[in-house]
């Protein structure tokens, strides 16, 4: 089992860029793929970006292409997510999950495990 803890969001300008966090514990964090999800204001949580535990194979919502960047670094347990000429629509809570030995699917029930979220603000 592995727990999950994101960090890193905060207030931010139009067009800046941020770079969000998700440390994780418990297990051998190299066995796991995993994904960002955010959840907008009244909308439902929705697939950001993936990485396969071999970190071989990465996925981006289409709306993500392009300014969304996700990594991972094993040594450190953690998987970061990069996000440029950031837009008042990217307000969200930011969340991680992880699926041990997953295929980066962008569906959510094929997460077991969950952050809290962490909540990113952009103002315009």
């Known amino acids: 089992q592995v727990q999950l803890v994101e960090s890193g969001g905060g207030l931010v300008q139009t067009g800046d860029s941020l770079t969000i966090s998700c440390t994780a514990s418990g297990d051998t964090f190299s066995r796991y793929s995993m994904a960002w999800f955010r959840r907008r204001s009244g909308k439902e949580r929705e697939f950001v970006a993936s990485i396969w535990w071999t970190g071989s194979t990465i996925n981006y919502a289409d709306f993500a292409k392009g300014r969304f960047t996700i990594s991972r670094d094993n040594a450190k347990n953690t998987v970061y997510l990069q996000i440029d000429n950031l837009k008042p629509e990217d307000t969200a809570i930011y969340y991680c999950?992880?699926?041990?030995?997953?295929?980066?699917?962008?569906?959510?029930?094929?997460?077991?495990?969950w952050g809290q979220g962490t909540q990113v603000t952009v103002s315009s």
């Open positions: 999950a992880a699926e041990k030995y997953g295929m980066g699917a962008s569906a959510e029930d094929e997460y077991d495990y």
